[in-house]
């Protein structure tokens, strides 16, 4: 279903949904710094950035309580978290990149054991994604099969017009609901244009050639040449819109606390490190290699799905030149 | 498995009982807290679990105990990081958690009628032992079976009590070793290294599984004796361990290649373990 939104009723959406209750999550920046988090006014809205961090955190937060103890005596009690702390939620002006990594992490999250962690917020979560209207030299969304008018991940999806206010697609039942439960805001038609998308200069690569390559090729000294470099900071996985390796951790003393899980990431070398003191990827360009066989083929071997989403963050943030997008290149053509 | 539970949500046991294996190898007991825990509680032997002690985290084991011994079960560790120093920290009676069991397990009912031939060395007897156990305990239902175990020197030795009985009985061959250097003068056993003592040892590869647990050096100079005595890759079984946080193929961190050892192992044949890359 298409419909039509003015900049001015998109604004008054957000502020109903905010009165309603709901939590109204969107670009808007902090300090300085663009990010996807809670809005308490519409105004604070800011959709010109792609955020520093992905939109991922809505549903899989940095860090966040998975359980916590007191003991008493020589008794435990253990406390599950309160699922009523998962509130319903609209994510707005997320970047096709980010909206489509969403789909791709349901996967793992889901499969076999259900994470409700993160399954719970999803359910809870409509998801309006925004067509790029720029980019820059990183972004490669075009390189993973994706565009800057991609809507996968998105329930309602809205294509920027010239003058301002957006064309409405929706996706799925959720994006339908949104639409219709605020019907007084959307019109049928308009005579305005889309705005002209984002151009991504970089040609699709052969995500089949690239694997298959892989498939071969865990021992070759490729790895050694373009991970030498790499300082296993790991911004690249908290940036990334798909990476989903989390450690699980007990913060507090021994009588009371939590337990938690947070992020975390194949770079770090204590990753893999065994009690023993052996570790399996003793050197960064091993946690490299993992990091690309990760994305591009066990993913896909187990999800049949690519662990990114073309986004351009860890390009962007890596402190010494890494280039994602320029590795896979560079294998699709070997 | 309820589809709205929280998942990393352990269930309290209690030290029902502590052994000390060596100078720093300790075993468990533990039993669930809530009753209907305790009786609904089911594994099979080759699966672990997460233990957790509160304020320090949580921590990967085999169950060492056997699944035909129900009521309880067991783990035994070394204290050689974070989680295992607080581990043996614990005293009698305390509380500390599991969840589980998680992964695979050996595929047992493919064993019956089999001979078993089990090679342990050092700390990796519990994910056999457990095996053991649960063979003893249907006894009637394998062949002969031989168990080669060793360790650096007699007081590394794990399950001593059971050693004892297992030399006992005239339905196991048991063949105890320690490295050369590692005995005392009343040492009764083998003198040599798992793979010499495995070869002089010679069980017959006919109608029989090898069941393979040590440290890695172990395992690479067991493996081409196992051959030479005839043991296809197929009829040759061990468990990887890798640095493991969820154990429900989530965390992402023990993969082996595109193995998870948390969902896809932790008991693999030699010929899965050949066609994997060394990361591990």
């Known amino acids: 279903m298409q419909n039509f939104i003015s900049e001015q009723n998109l604004n008054v959406l957000l502020e109903q949904l905010i009165k309603s209750g709901k939590r109204v999550v969107a670009p808007r920046v902090n ?22 961090r992905s939109a991922k955190e809505a549903f899989f937060p940095v860090c966040e309580d998975i359980l916590s103890y007191e003991k008493v005596g020589l008794n435990v009690k253990l406390s599950d978290v309160d699922p009523a702390r998962f509130p319903e939620t609209v994510l707005v002006g997320v970047r096709p990149c980010d909206a489509a990594a969403i789909p791709v992490l349901d996967a793992v999250f889901s499969w076999d054991y259900k994470d409700q962690f993160y399954l719970e917020r999803r359910r809870k979560t409509t998801i309006v994604g925004l067509a790029c209207t720029s980019s820059d030299d990183a972004c490669f969304c075009s390189g993973v099969g994706l565009s800057p008018s991609t809507t996968k991940g998105s329930d309602l999806f809205l294509t920027p017009l010239e003058g301002g206010g957006y064309v409405c697609e929706t996706y799925s039942q959720k994006g339908e609901d949104l639409v219709s439960n605020y019907k007084e805001l959307f019109v049928d038609t308009t005579s305005a244009k889309p705005l002209p998308l984002a151009e991504v ?19 070759n000294s490729y790895w050694d040449g373009i991970a030498i470099s ?19 951790v007990d913060e507090g003393a021994e009588k009371k606390g939590q337990r938690r899980k947070s992020w975390d990431a194949c770079g770090f070398w204590k990753f893999t490190h065994h009690a023993s003191g052996h570790n399996p990827r003793d050197l960064q360009p091993k946690r490299y290699r993992n990091r690309i066989m990760h994305k591009f083929k066990y993913y896909d ?22 280039d994602i997008a320029t590795i896979v290149e560079e294998i699709s053509h070997k | 498995m309820c589809e709205n539970e929280n998942i990393y949500l352990p269930n309290l046991v ?52 056997a699944p035909t011994r129900a009521g309880y079960i067991e783990c035994t560790f070394r204290g050689v990081g974070r989680v295992t120093e607080s581990l043996r920290n614990l005293e009698l009676g305390d509380t500390m958690a599991v969840r589980g069991p998680y992964g695979n397990s050996f595929p047992i009912e493919e064993f019956y009628g ?11 007897l519990p994910p056999l032992r457990t095996l053991i156990c649960n063979c003893l305990d249907q006894r009637d239902k394998f062949g002969d079976i031989t168990i080669v175990y060793g360790a650096r020197t007699e007081a590394d030795l794990v399950y001593k009590r059971e050693l004892a009985e297992w030399q006992e009985r005239s339905d196991i061959r048991l063949v105890k070793t320690v490295d050369p250097g590692g005995e005392s003068s009343t040492w009764s056993g083998k003198v040599g290294f798992v793979p010499t003592i495995l070869e002089e040892t010679a069980p017959s590869a006919e109608n029989s599984i090898a069941l393979l647990c040590g440290p890695p050096i172990m395992i ?57 890359p060394l990361e591990y």
Not at chain 1, 303 to 308: K, N, R, V
Request: aromatic share 10%.
């Open chain 1, 230 to 248: 790499c300082v296993g900071c790991g911004a690249c996985a908290f940036v990334c819109p798909a990476c989903h390796c989390f450690d699980i």
């Open chain 2, 14 to 65: 209690t030290i029902a009982d502590i052994i000390d294996e060596t100078d720093d190898v300790r075993t468990f007991r533990l039993i669930f807290q809530d009753e209907a825990v305790r009786d609904s509680f089911s594994f099979r032997a080759g699966q672990f679990a997460e233990y957790s002690v509160f304020g320090a985290g949580e921590v990967t084991f085999c169950i060492a105990s």
């Open chain 2, 114 to 124: 089999k001979n078993l031939v089990f090679v342990a060395g050092g700390i990796a």
């Open chain 2, 220 to 276: 690479k100079y067991t493996l081409p004796v196992l051959e030479r005595l005839g043991f296809s890759d197929d009829h040759v079984y061990t468990t990887l361990e890798n640095r493991m946080k969820c154990g429900l193929g989530k965390c992402g961190r023990c993969n082996v290649g595109n193995v998870y050892v948390c969902k896809d192992g932790p008991v693999f044949t030699a010929r899965q373990v050949k066609a994997m």
């Open chain 1, 31 to 52: 300090s300085g710094t663009p990010l996807y988090e809670p809005l308490s006014a519409s105004g604070e809205m800011d959709l010109k950035e792609l955020p520093r």
């Open chain 1, 301 to 322: 071997d187990k999800f049949s799905q690519t662990l990114c989403t073309g986004c351009g963050r860890c390009i962007r943030v890596c402190p010494v030149g890494i």
């Open chain 1, 201 to 219: 200069r970089t040609e699709t690569f052969d995500l089949k050639k690239v694997k298959a390559w892989l498939d071969n090729n865990f021992e």
